[in-house]
């Protein structure tokens, strides 16, 4: 199974400054047919997730454009540029190119 | 607006089965592969079971296979999850999901205890 490791597990962050989480993933994300299926997710307290970036870098419909994902291969990059007080959650990454889909262990963003 | 409503969870026993069930609405459900993914409480996400457009292809992480068995119902825009031989380890929120997730129902409880 492929092994999706996201670092921080926590994140304090202050308002207005940017944010980043990483996640690595056991073996390379490129699908054969070419695109890279890594998403993020973003759960806020006591919500159902929601996907904020999907295929690496591209930012879903209504998602903030303070929020940006880059990678490729096994090194995967979620940005804030500048941490709002919504912002505050739990954002994981997922990668759908290999069976069993697989998540990351999750990273807590919360405000210092 | 793409809408997913989860139900049949509840308490069972060790050993017990439940199905649970994903209405879909406002979006062409045969049009798409669908998820089923699980919360434990305090815990991060677990993908479980996906399934293809038409049911041909199913996919399990391995901690259900052989128990769990994902389906679907085109004609009623629902999606299914059979649920048997439930651990404790089962017990989760279980959310279904339109394929990798761009949308996701609000998920239904499943506690497994005696």
């Known amino acids: 199974d492929v092994v999706m490791t996201q670092s921080p597990l926590s994140l304090p962050v202050t308002l207005g400054q940017p944010a980043s989480i990483s996640c690595r993933s056991s073996q390379r994300l490129v699908h054969p047919d070419g695109n890279t299926y890594l998403s993020w997710f973003q759960q806020r307290p006591g919500q159902s997730p929601r996907r904020l970036i999907y295929k690496a870098s591209n930012r879903d419909s209504g998602v903030p454009d303070r929020f940006s994902g880059s990678g490729s291969g096994t090194d995967f990059t979620l940005k804030i540029s500048r941490v709002e007080a919504e912002d505050v959650g739990i954002y994981y990454c997922?990668?759908?190119?290999?069976?069993?889909?697989?998540f990351g262990q999750g990273t807590k963003v919360e405000i210092k | 607006e793409v809408q997913l409503v989860e139900s049949g969870g509840g308490l069972v026993q060790p050993g017990g089965s439940l199905r649970l069930s994903c209405a879909a609405s406002e979006f062409t459900f045969e049009n798409y592969w669908m998820s089923w993914v699980r919360q434990a409480p305090g815990k991060g996400l677990e993908w479980v079971a996906t399934i293809k457009e038409d049911g041909s292809e199913k996919y399990y992480v391995d901690s259900v296979k052989g128990r769990f068995t994902i389906s679907r119902d085109n004609a009623k825009n629902s999606l299914f999850l059979q649920m048997n031989s439930l651990g404790a380890e089962d017990s989760a929120v279980y959310h279904c999901?339109?394929?990798?997730?761009?949308?996701w129902g609000q998920g239904t409880p499943v506690t497994v205890s005696s």
């Open positions: 997922m990668q759908h190119t290999h069976w069993p889909w697989t």
């Open positions: 999901a339109r394929g990798a997730g761009p949308y």
